[in-house]
């Protein structure tokens, strides 16, 4: 499998979001690969969507990372307690990004050693509740994989955290609204999530 070039961020946002789905994200930690295949991306355009935490352009110590060159990671805290990760896409100064909301161990080690970060325990000593909500969140998925702020404006093009083409196109892509950002005017409505 390819690791995904600056070329592939560097296009439209709702494009590369689509793209995304069926995808290899690869965690490095401690030299050890962890790998998910990725299920629900969201895509947010700073120049228009007033869910994006750069809309308008707008500059801030926490939005400067969206204005990096594209295939950089976005990594913020929200509740003050959840990490999400997003991968900064377009051209650079142009804010947008697309979020990942959830993905799927592809291996039985990648499922253990996701578990034993989200709940302390082996993939199989989970709980049906925790199978069921293992990784379908951006929270989830970042706890899983140990990402945190420390991680922020890493290049997805380096040796830590990267994405691989699986090859995989998903058929089936569901389209929709974005989750949780009831406050974004207009925006509520855009269908920018895509999931598997």
Known sequence: MEKLTRAFYDRDTLTVARELLGKRLVRVIDGRPLTLRITETEAYIGRLDKACHAYGYKRTARTETLFAPP??????????MYHCLNFVTEAAGEPAAVLLRA?????????DAMAQSR???SAEEMSP???????N????LCKALKLTKAQNGLSLL???LYILDSGDTPENIHIGKRIGIDYA????????????
């Open 185 to 196: 005017e207009e925006a509520v409505d855009f269908p920018w999530r895509f999931w598997l």
């Open 158 to 160: 380096g040796d830590e």
């Open 71 to 80: 295939g950089t990671a976005y990594i913020y805290l929200i509740y003050g």
């Open 129 to 135: 509740y925790q199978r069921k909500n293992f990784l």
């Open 137 to 140: 969140g951006p929270g989830k």
């Open 103 to 111: 993905g799927e161990p592809v291996s039985p080690a990648d499922a």
């Open 119 to 121: 709940f302390g325990c």
